[in-house]
């Protein structure tokens, strides 16, 4: 059996008028965050770490914010569009472990609700996807309150 590991990293803005949407699950707060998608700040670092193990380049590669198809698209539908690219070429996600990096909002009461979301979306047990969430301290953009990010690693295997 061979063994590829990936690494993702992403970042985005907050602003108004859109929902706070991360790990697929819409969390209650006065400010949204920015990008072409929804802008799922995990789930795009999740799906670069694994478009990364499987070679398959990074998430804007894939699926790039110049492309109206994209547009205010549930990351959600873009992670299981992954996920097929991965079965295609016979990987199997073995674990994901991702860290939400943010000052505000405190998000550790969705943290569970999340892992169900993206367990369900891959066809995952949640025990095989850990999420974990930190500040900054106040330091650095989001710990000024500026905007989130997420880090992720996967373990995909071969069928």
Same mark, same amino acid.
């Given at each position: %059996?061979?063994?590829?590991?990936?690494?993702?990293?992403?970042?985005? $803005?907050?602003?108004?008028?859109?929902?706070?949407?991360?790990?697929?699950?819409?969390?209650?707060?006065?400010?949204?965050?920015?990008?072409?998608?929804?802008?799922?700040?995990? #789930?795009?670092?999740?799906?670069?770490?694994?478009?990364?193990?499987?070679?398959?380049?990074?998430?804007?590669?894939?699926?790039?914010?110049?492309? @109206?198809?994209?547009?205010?698209?549930? @990351?959600?539908? +873009? +992670?299981?569009?992954? $996920?097929?690219? +991965?079965?295609?070429?016979?990987?199997?996600?073995?674990?994901?472990? @991702?860290? #939400?990096?943010?000052? /505000?909002?405190? #998000?550790? $009461?969705?943290?569970?609700? %999340?892992?169900?979301?993206?367990?369900?979306? +891959?066809?995952?047990?949640?025990?095989?996807?850990?999420?974990?969430? /930190?500040? /900054?301290?106040?330091?650095?953009?989001?710990?000024?309150?500026?905007?989130? $990010?997420?880090?992720?690693?996967?373990?995909?295997?071969?069928?």
């Amino acid at each position: %059996m061979k063994y590829k590991v990936g690494t993702g990293y992403d970042v985005h $803005a907050f602003c108004k008028d859109k929902p706070l949407i991360i790990g697929g699950v819409n969390i209650p707060y006065s400010l949204g965050l920015k990008g072409h998608s929804d802008a799922d700040v995990l #789930i795009h670092a999740i799906i670069d770490a694994l478009l990364g193990a499987a070679n398959l380049r990074d998430i804007g590669f894939q699926y790039p914010d110049n492309d @109206s198809n994209y547009k205010n698209i549930d @990351s959600t539908l +873009l +992670l299981k569009d992954t $996920a097929q690219k +991965l079965k295609d070429k016979n990987f199997k996600i073995e674990n994901i472990d @991702s860290t #939400i990096i943010l000052q /505000t909002p405190k #998000i550790s $009461a969705f943290i569970p609700q %999340m892992q169900q979301r993206l367990a369900q979306v +891959l066809e995952l047990e949640t025990e095989d996807i850990t999420i974990k969430a /930190t500040t /900054t301290e106040h330091l650095g953009f989001c710990g000024r309150g500026e905007g989130v $990010a997420a880090q992720a690693i996967c373990l995909l295997s071969d069928e």
